[in-house]
């Protein structure tokens, strides 16, 4: 266990439903990332905060995207009317940066267990 | 700006070694390397900085060439919990400062077997 929890874990939803996910981050973590996840590829970037700011959004990212952290702490990753290319594992990790990203001894990103996503 | 793992797969018998690649085309500020296993979320082994710096977690190290912008992780004495795909994660080096970009960006990985 990483401390970086994620919920719902699985999620089946039917295509045009939206669907939500949640990020807790380590607590005192201040930046916090969004991947997705397919069979047999690496993680993709998705979005990430720094704080609450969101500064930089992939181009992968549709405008059927969207993801908040209201107020720094959680995050929330929602998709709507959800297409069967959605379906994937979608991860959220956190860390510390400061200052344009300089790394400081410890920061590692840690990774949540992440949210499957089915799309039938 | 994504790296380029390799070899993509390895398969060996336990106590047998592995070296897995990963470069990039960009100058780069750190590497990450994780392991995943198979319906899990990726393990953080390692990371690295520039400046040549090596790492080492037990029998796995690994190490970092700014100059040819790769890095390499060494699995020694392998065993059997070590199969899993291996993940090198990252971060370019922007502007003049010499800062990161913030964020990772993974490599396909290497999926690693090691039978007994």
């Known amino acids: 266990d990483t401390g970086v929890s994620q919920d719902p874990r699985h999620k089946i939803t039917k295509r045009g439903q939206n669907v939500t996910f949640r990020c807790d981050p380590i607590?005192?973590?201040?930046?916090l990332y969004w991947y997705r996840q397919t069979l047999g590829q690496g993680p993709e970037f998705l979005t990430y905060?720094?704080?609450?700011?969101?500064?930089?959004k992939s181009r992968l990212l549709s405008d059927r995207f969207s993801a908040e952290r209201p107020k720094g702490s959680f995050s929330t990753l929602e998709i709507q009317r959800t297409e069967q290319g959605d379906s994937a594992m979608y991860l959220c990790?956190?860390?510390?940066?400061?200052?344009?990203?300089?790394?400081?001894?410890?920061?590692?990103?840690?990774f949540g267990e992440g949210s499957w996503l089915t799309v039938v | 700006q994504q790296p380029v793992q390799s070899p993509q797969a390895v398969i060996l018998r336990e106590g047998e070694d592995a070296v897995i690649n990963c470069s990039s085309s960009?100058?780069?500020?750190?590497v990450h390397w994780y392991r995943q296993k198979h319906g899990e979320a990726p393990v953080f082994l390692m990371i690295?900085?520039?400046?040549?710096e090596q790492k080492g977690h037990e029998k796995i190290s690994a190490s970092f060439n700014e100059k040819k912008q790769q890095s390499s992780l060494y699995l020694t004495a392998s065993q059997l919990s070590y199969s899993g795909t291996y993940f090198c994660?990252?971060?370019?080096?922007?502007?003049?400062?010499?800062?990161?970009?913030?964020?990772?960006?993974f490599g396909k990985g290497t999926l690693l077997t090691v039978n007994p």
């Open positions: 990790a956190s860390t510390n940066r400061w200052d344009r990203g300089f790394f400081r001894d410890g920061n590692t990103i840690y």
């Open positions: 607590s005192e973590h201040n930046r």
């Open positions: 905060f720094q704080n609450e700011a969101q500064l930089e």
């Open positions: 960009k100058a780069l500020y750190s």
């Open positions: 690295l900085l520039k400046g040549g």
């Open positions: 994660g990252t971060e370019i080096i922007v502007g003049n400062s010499g800062g990161s970009n913030y964020k990772l960006t």
